[in-house]
């Protein structure tokens, strides 16, 4: 059981990264199409953040069942309720 809630924290892990990543892509493209004023990019950024929505949505999915499936505890609740905050921000930005 110990093993499971391991692996499935490593997967939530992994994925804010890389939502971290597609967040800081986004914010870099829409500073730039803002500069050049450069109308494809900015649409480009509108496309990026749809992604971005879907992906935080399915990290909270995974939480959500992490919570209810695992019942963690500890260390390992401050995490998950830790990368939930996460998430949420990240999306927002």
Not at 36 to 53: C, H, M, S, T
């Amino acid at each position: 059981m110990k093993e499971k809630l391991g692996l499935l924290m490593e997967s939530i892990k992994k994925d804010l990264i890389f939502l971290a990543h597609e967040v800081e892509d986004s914010i870099f493209k829409a500073l730039k199409a803002l500069e050049k004023q450069d109308r494809k990019l900015a649409e480009e950024v509108f496309e990026l953040n749809k992604k971005i929505d879907i992906q935080e949505v399915k990290i909270e999915d995974q939480i959500l069942a992490l919570l209810v499936l695992q019942q963690p505890v500890a260390v390992d609740l401050r995490f998950i309720v830790g990368a939930l905050k996460m998430n949420n921000d990240l999306e927002r930005i």
